[in-house]
């Protein structure tokens, strides 16, 4: 039963870091791109990606602060790469459900 809430806790925590403004704009761009549900995983890693590479590079383009890369060796930036995809995984297939639903051919 620990697992499972494990699991539950990691795609809650997901939802809220998707949850907010730049986050649901990837997800928004994401969902109006995606061409079937097939591709949902697909987009999801690249939302991740988007969403890291946007903290990498905002700090830079709004301040003029010095470029730091993210402590890809540590396993804390792995678990919040898990958890953003995870929550881009549940906030991209509810996009693309309600796109699916409105354009419906």
Same mark, same amino acid.
């Given at each position: 039963?620990?697992?499972? $809430? $494990? !699991?539950?806790? &990691?795609?809650? /925590?997901? %939802? &809220?870091?998707? $949850?907010? @403004?730049?986050? @649901?704009?990837? *997800?928004l761009? /994401?969902? =109006? @791109?995606? +061409? $079937?549900?097939?591709?949902?995983?697909? %987009?999801?890693?690249?939302?991740?990606?988007?969403?890291?590479?946007?903290?990498?590079f905002?700090?830079?383009? *709004?301040?003029?602060?010095? =470029?730091?890369?993210? +402590? !890809?060796?540590?396993?804390?930036?792995?678990?919040?790469?898990?958890?953003?995809?995870?929550? &881009?995984?549940?906030?991209?297939?509810?996009?693309?459900?309600?796109?699916?639903?409105?354009?419906?051919?």
């Amino acid at each position: 039963m620990d697992i499972v $809430n $494990n !699991i539950i806790d &990691y795609l809650q /925590a997901g %939802f &809220y870091q998707v $949850n907010h @403004l730049q986050g @649901l704009i990837i *997800a928004l761009v /994401a969902a =109006l @791109l995606l +061409p $079937n549900a097939k591709s949902i995983p697909v %987009f999801a890693l690249g939302a991740t990606v988007v969403h890291i590479l946007v903290d990498v590079f905002a700090p830079v383009f *709004a301040n003029g602060a010095q =470029l730091r890369l993210p +402590p !890809i060796v540590e396993v804390v930036f792995w678990e919040r790469v898990l958890i953003l995809l995870l929550g &881009y995984l549940i906030v991209i297939s509810v996009l693309g459900l309600i796109k699916h639903l409105i354009f419906k051919r």
